[in-house]
């Protein structure tokens, strides 16, 4: 007969025989696993490399380098990698762990919803003009849900009389956007504009925004049932549309140097008038996105209809925008 000391052996050998056994396997599972998602990368790889040996062929080369085998692999590995932080900051976010809107960036996110935002051009030594419309304005601005800001550059000698006078009046009134990065000068007019929507586009959330010039004074009130009128519709650009002659002699007064794209005829695009005119949202953030890339001509009404020209946007021509020639109903006369 065996003892018990020789049994307790047997079972204890049995026990780590099958203690090793399940670690053996796990382990095995382990590399199978580990396997199979490097066979699956490296398919992954192979698919890019391939891909990219097509395109090389196609253009005459015949074999993808070593470095073209590294950058595909290593974007590969990098594109996961940001997957899964997007992934985790998703979820994060769900949980409430990370706030919607990070600290310091609340200008970026606007929260409140407006109808309009205007920014009114500019320039120094303007003071009456400025007085006149907050004087029209005054009573208007906060019960229709409409913002207006005066709209002005820097000096082009930086932190002088003229920029410290403006500062100064800024600090009393509260109505400015001065554009710190945007110098102010006649030729620079259409950047400054751009400028003005890429700022607005961050700072508020509106369904239009619109430029005026302060040597005019608009009805807000009917402006605002014009823009009712529109507001179904997604790509609008509104105001007083015109067209007009190109000039290619320099010694006239607009000069445009980039004459020889309009063309024979010499004739410019249908446009809004600089000194009124509306566009919607997503035209707005259209400029906003891709202000980078978008040509600015001699006239900064012309620039911004150019802006527009092969997008699906709807042309309203708005007479009673039109500030030059008095007409019953207008929404837009001289100051």
């Known amino acids: 007969m065996r ?15 099958r203690f090793s056994a399940l670690v053996l396997a796990m382990i095995a599972t382990m590399a199978t696993i580990y396997v199979a998602a490097r066979l699956f990368q490296e398919a992954e790889s192979r698919a890019c490399l391939i891909e990219e040996l097509e395109k090389r062929i196609g253009l005459g080369q015949s074999a993808v380098s070593i470095d073209d085998t590294l950058k595909v692999t290593a974007c590969r590995e990098q594109s996961k990698k940001l997957s899964v932080l997007e992934t985790e900051l998703a ?13 310091g960036n609340n200008k970026k ?29 005054r009573d208007l601005v906060d019960k229709k849900g409409i913002i207006v800001r005066f709209v002005i550059g820097r000096s082009e000698n930086g932190g002088d009389s003229l920029d410290k006078e403006i500062e100064t009046e800024s600090s009393h009134t509260n109505d400015f956007v001065i554009l710190d990065n945007q110098v102010e000068a006649p030729e620079e007019k259409a950047k400054k504009i751009k400028s003005f929507f890429i700022y607005a586009v961050g700072k508020w959330d509106a369904e239009f925004y619109a430029k005026f010039n302060d040597d005019v004074y608009v009805n807000l009130d009917s402006l605002g049932g014009v823009l009712a009128s529109n507001s179904d519709k997604p790509r609008v650009y509104i105001g007083c549309m015109k067209s007009g002659n190109v000039f290619s002699e320099q010694t006239h007064k607009w000069y445009e140097p980039d004459w020889w794209k309009f063309g024979d005829g010499k004739s410019y695009f249908r446009h809004a008038s600089g000194q009124v005119y509306v566009i919607s949202k997503s035209l707005a953030q259209f400029i906003s996105i891709n202000s980078f890339m978008l040509r600015t001509y001699v006239d900064d009404d012309v620039s911004i209809g150019s802006w527009f020209i092969g997008l699906d946007v709807q042309h309203i021509d708005e007479t009673k925008l039109c500030c030059s020639s008095w007409s019953p109903g207008a929404i837009c006369v001289a100051v």
């Open 109 to 137: 996110h606007p929260t409140k919803k407006v109808l309009l935002v205007v920014g009114v051009m500019t320039t120094f030594g303007r003071r009456k003009n400025r007085d006149a419309i907050r004087i029209a304005m």
């Open 3 to 17: 003892s018990r000391g020789s049994q307790n052996r047997l079972s204890g050998d049995s026990f780590e025989s």
């Open 91 to 103: 979820a994060a976010r769900q949980e409430g762990f990370v706030p919607k809107q990070f600290p």
